[in-house]
T-cell receptor
Framework: SQQGEEDPQALSIQEGENATMNCSYK?????LQWYRQNSGRGLVHLIL?????REKHSGRLRVTLDTSKKSSSLLITASRAADTASYFC?????????FGAGTRLTVKP | DTGVSQDPRHKITKRGQNVTFRCDPI?????LYWYRQTLGQGPEFLTY????????KSRLLSDRFSAERPKGSFSTLEIQRTEQGDSAMYLC???????????FGPGTRLLVL
């Protein structure tokens, strides 16, 4: 069963704009991870945030985690056409990861 | 390239045939995971190994599915008597230990006719 749910399901923006994607989950977690997947390809790990962290940055990515609301957000600043992909959040289960259905981001040049 | 490789990348088979996929994880990674992904969905966990031991299997993994990791290195996933509903992308991932980043391979896309 899938744990995380991303919102929105699809997002279309212009190059240079910021993109924000949200993830909600149901059970307690040790960490939450964000992945990117280009069409028909494998998943690329973007960032991991642990349950005792509230915010984390990596280049143009900013991730927040609110364990009280069981939610996380991924912000991509100054988006580029190459950012076009599906973005998934994944929460750690007991021994595995649970993914949501993803947000499909389209960045128009 | 994450360092995790999968073979083959694509497989077309007829219903009722058996198929086997291979995953080579990053060499020092103890944990190896298999996921299945259908169109428009996120990956769904199938099973994982800690070294050569298979420690958990999802209810998605019917008795037609079997996975092995005989020497704690590469792993194989076999599907017997394939059905059209088995058509999906099969993803392998590895991590150095639990609760750490999982690195995914490019996947094997299976189409059952």
């Amino acid at each position: 069963s899938q744990q995380g749910e991303e919102d929105p399901q699809a997002l279309s923006i212009q190059e240079g704009e910021n993109a924000t994607m949200n993830c909600s989950y149901k059970t307690s977690i040790n960490n939450l991870q964000w992945y990117r997947q280009n069409s028909g390809r494998g998943l690329v790990h973007l960032i991991l945030i642990r349950s005792n962290e509230r915010e984390k940055h990596s280049g143009r990515l900013r991730v927040t985690l609110d364990t009280s609301k069981k939610s996380s957000s991924l912000l991509i600043t100054a988006s580029r056409a190459a950012d076009t992909a599906s973005y998934f959040c994944a929460t750690d289960g007991f021994n595995d990861m649970r993914f949501g259905a993803g947000t499909r981001l389209t960045v128009k040049p | 390239d994450t360092g995790v490789s999968q073979d083959p990348r694509h497989k077309i088979t007829k219903r009722g045939q058996n198929v086997t996929f291979r995953c080579d994880p990053i060499s020092e990674h103890n944990r190896l995971y298999w996921y299945r992904q259908t169109l428009g969905q996120g990956p769904e966990f199938l099973t994982y190994f800690q070294n050569e031991a298979q420690l958990e299997k999802s209810r998605l993994l019917s008795d037609r599915f079997s996975a092995e990791r005989p020497k704690g290195s590469f792993s194989t996933l076999e599907i017997q008597r394939t059905e059209q509903g088995d058509s999906a992308m099969y993803l392998c991932a590895s991590s150095i230990q639990e609760q750490e980043t999982q690195y995914f391979g490019p996947g094997t896309r299976l189409l059952v006719l």
